[in-house]
């Protein structure tokens, strides 16, 4: 019902930025929480940031002070900014939607970005 459509993966050197974009389509909710996760080799899927649709945020404790989360609402479309990247972020970077903060329901996945931080 709800599709997520990524860009903006890429190789960086470290200390590098790179900057993610989601854009969500379909049946979606006025209310809302999209985020992005991130899965590296042999490890889980874990968060990084999530934001609501009235802009309430949380970070994950290993990017807070380098990467922020926003959003477009008319656009429908989620971003992250990422910078001081350092190699430990390196993983395949997923876009998430659901309907609230900490209660189960639909949510739907992206297709998974690859950003590499090495030099």
């Known amino acids: 019902q709800v599709q997520l459509v990524e860009s903006g993966g890429g190789l960086v050197q470290p200390g590098g930025s790179l900057r993610l974009s989601c854009a969500a389509s379909?049946?979606?909710?006025?209310?809302?929480?999209m985020g992005w996760y991130r899965q590296a080799p042999g490890k889980q899927r874990d968060l990084v940031a999530r934001?609501?649709?009235?802009?309430?945020?949380n970070y994950a404790d290993s990017v807070k002070g380098r990467f922020t989360i926003s959003r477009d609402n008319a656009k429908n479309t989620v971003y992250l900014q990422m910078n001081s990247l350092k190699p430990e972020d390196t993983a395949v970077y997923y876009c998430?939607?659901?309907?609230?903060?900490?209660?189960?329901?639909?949510?739907?996945w992206g297709q998974g970005t690859q950003v590499t931080v090495s030099s």
């Open positions: 998430n939607y659901k309907r609230f903060w900490n209660v189960k329901g639909d949510e739907y």
């Open positions: 379909g049946n979606l909710f006025s209310i809302n929480v």
């Open positions: 934001i609501s649709n009235s802009g309430i945020t």
